[in-house]
């Protein structure tokens, strides 16, 4: 038996009040787009109560970009068992006017109407393939019904539930099919079926015989488009075969199917699964059929998918309107590489329409190299020149077109001391100058800046004059061992400059002296000011000490697991490391 598909969540009867509003009052209210169907299905005047003829359908899409009506007056004849089809009334023979009025008012048709309404949740975009599939499951659903429908009559099944089989007996019919995300279908499914994990689809009865209603609420059919994607993928047809298939399996488990109770049961709905697919002409096996071939196949159980991935953000919202992302120990892994995967999130994000910026102490010069790497520096890509970011620790600001928008420079007393203590205790320091980095002595730790970092190459400046005269620097750093940098440097320079510039730290090995009162936080609030964006429309990941003012300003501030514990205390989630691609993993679950 299949223990773990799409099911029928239990307790019917108990949900029933509940189901619809839960899955569909308030998305239709709130603007989702609605597909809704009107179909009448025709009976003739014969002993068979089952609706079998003519098909009038009006239908209206209403919501999203879409909205208008479609109208259509002409008759559909579906052919029957027992070979009647289309209007045949006695009122069409050659009979006195009187005997015609008695027959057609004895005989008068009776008609079956279908309401069907195809609804998108809030939260999904505006994809155009879902609006297509949406706009196809218009005349999909109400045929399926119909097909589905002429079997019960004739069936011979032994577990299904016979609580709905003469459908002739209501006035209408209606049910709702709700297309989702993994997130809303497993909220549903941990509710109803004490299941925290995502699902294809769920089907959610509203009948209650006892009732004796001249309604049919057939109930709800719920359709994760993102699991459905990725078993399509798997199972080598369209999207819209898949979800035409999970809206089979949902429609039977309303008419009284029910796999999970017995293998007969499993074997009867797989069989009515077959013979509705293929009198409907749909492509695919039954998804019970489909499922024992993946398992046969030996691909991983979908349900185990238990949250958004690459090829997935598609069919959520952003939440945020910016990431801001920080390079050292973020984007960047321990080999100061952008990983593919890395890579794959960052480009997804944009593609779904989330603004990536990047806040790093690195050179606006390096942070394009790195990204050139990966194909994602230019124009068109994360960073370029004509681009906004926040470089060497929100020192220097680039806005819209990336003009300069803000520049912050270290005070020049303070930039002669560090060098002259680089000297005198052969510590090698790095001044960032703009694009420029300068030093004082060849150092492989200062060479280190641009064969690992991808800083600009460093122009050794033999006087400290020299270096000073004519020239804005912005920050200094003094490179050294971890021990060196705890225990020595960092003591000494928070006692020696007092208020008149700050100490930071990016990494444990590396020591910075910036100006005081900035930070990469303040560089990003310019930046916004400058966008006109809230700092409610940001989420922010990073992992040092010099991020912790802009993850506690972001809405949403991740601080990977590698990073500082000052990093980690202020932020609101922490992320997997840097080698395990964290900054990927926040935006699959964070960002959408």
Known sequence: MLSRLSRTPPNPLAMAARALPRAFHSTVASGAMTVSTNSRFILPPSPSPSPTVSHISSSLIIGRKLHYGLNCKEDRKWSVAGGWCGKAFASQREYRKSRKLQLKKRHKAKELELSVKICIEEQMPDDPEIVDIAEMLRLNVPMAMKFAFDTLKDSDYHTRDRAINDVGCFESIELSVLLCNDEFIRELNKDWRDEDSPTDVLS???????????????????????TAS??????GHSLLDEIRILLVHGLLHLLGFDHEISDEAEAEMEKEEELLLKSLGWKGKGLIQSTYDTEAAGSPPLENIDRKKEGSLRFYKPKFSYIF???DGTLLNSKSQISSTTADALREATSRGVKVVIATGKTRPAVITLFKSVGLAGKDGIVSEVSPGVFVQGLLVYGTQGREISRRNLD??????????????????AAFSENRILTLFHHPL?????TIYNEPKAEIIP??????????????????????????????????????ASVVQAQSDI???????????????????HLGVSPKEIMAIGDGENDV??????????????????????ANVIGASNDDNGAADAIYRYAF
């Open 446 to 450: 200062v060479d280190s800046l641009h």
């Open 412 to 429: 020049p007393v303070v930039c002669r001391e560090a060098c002259l203590y680089s000297l005198e205790h052969k510590v090698p320091l």
């Open 511 to 529: 020591l910075e002296i910036v100006p005081p009162g900035t930070s990469k936080g303040s560089g990003v609030k310019i930046l916004l000011d």
């Open 230 to 235: 990725r078993q399509a993928e798997e199972r």
């Open 549 to 570: 003012e802009m993850l506690e300003l972001a809405s949403l501030g991740v601080a990977l697991s590698n990073g500082s514990e000052k990093a980690k205390a202020v």
């Open 204 to 226: 959610m009865s509203q009948h209650i015989p006892e009732l004796e209603l001249p309604i049919l609420m057939l109930g709800d059919i719920v359709i994760s488009v993102e």
């Open 325 to 327: 992302c920080d390079m």
């Open 463 to 500: 006087s400290v004059e020299q270096l000073l005269t004519g020239t804005d620097i912005q920050k200094v750093i003094f490179l050294d061992t971890v021990e060196g940098v705890s225990t020595t440097l960092r003591p000494h320079w928070v006692e020696a400059i007092g208020d008149n």
